[in-house]
């Protein structure tokens, strides 16, 4: 049994119904982890929060020590010349694709590249965070924390399905089964924590 299967039955076995957030704190929206402006380093090229920072569009804010954010693979080299431009170091590759750089006195920037199909069409219709930031939108941020799988991806997703209606979780339901199909039963299992913790 994988560790991603592991960590959901144990969380089914222990959930216990009513315990989660009430609805008014999962409401909550604010940005107050502040990032480097990248508005004006990356100009006219498209590119969305995405990690820790990207879940408060979705659900109450928590911190995280560095600053993800998603572009289009074709505009990787523009993307690293840029930052390089406005003093960032690069750091090194992502295994995941993509390179982490970092500036004094700042948090790392990992720059995830992606070519998938669904990569523009998420870059055209952000969300926006508190702070005004362009932010993935939820049902492909769900997917990249469905592949990343570690404990606190599987975690930030629960919550923020928790804050969802039944229309929203059908959209994303259909996009998870279209991009990841392999964590449909995962998906299943998180909004299944979800609602025990909301009951």
Not at 72 to 93: C, F, I, T
Not at 135 to 148: G, N, Q
Request: hydrophobic share 45%; with cysteine; aromatic share 6%.
């Amino acid at each position: 049994m994988n560790p991603r299967t592991q960590f959901l039955n144990l969380a089914l076995r222990r959930a216990a119904r009513g315990q989660g957030s009430t609805p008014q704190f999962l409401s909550m929206r604010t940005a107050i982890q502040e990032i480097p402006n990248l508005k004006v380093v990356l100009k006219d090229t498209g590119w969305v929060l995405i990690g820790g920072l990207a879940t408060r569009a979705y659900m109450p804010e928590r911190m995280t020590h560095d600053v993800g954010i998603l572009i289009h693979e074709r505009d990787a080299a523009v993307v690293r010349q840029r930052l390089l431009a406005a003093g960032y170091q690069l750091v090194g590759a992502l295994s995941v694709g993509g390179f982490s750089l970092q500036r004094a006195n700042e948090p790392p920037l990992d720059v995830l590249t992606r070519s998938d199909a669904w990569v523009d069409t998420a870059l055209e219709s952000p969300t926006y965070d508190a702070a005004g930031l362009p932010v993935l939108p939820l049902a492909y941020l769900i997917v990249l924390k469905l592949e990343a799988g570690r404990m606190q991806d599987l975690t930030d997703i629960s919550r923020m399905l928790a804050a969802t209606n039944p229309a929203e979780r059908a959209a994303i339901r259909a996009v998870v089964a279209q991009e990841c199909p392999l964590y449909r039963d995962d998906f299943e299992q998180l909004i299944l924590l979800a609602d025990l913790g909301m009951e």
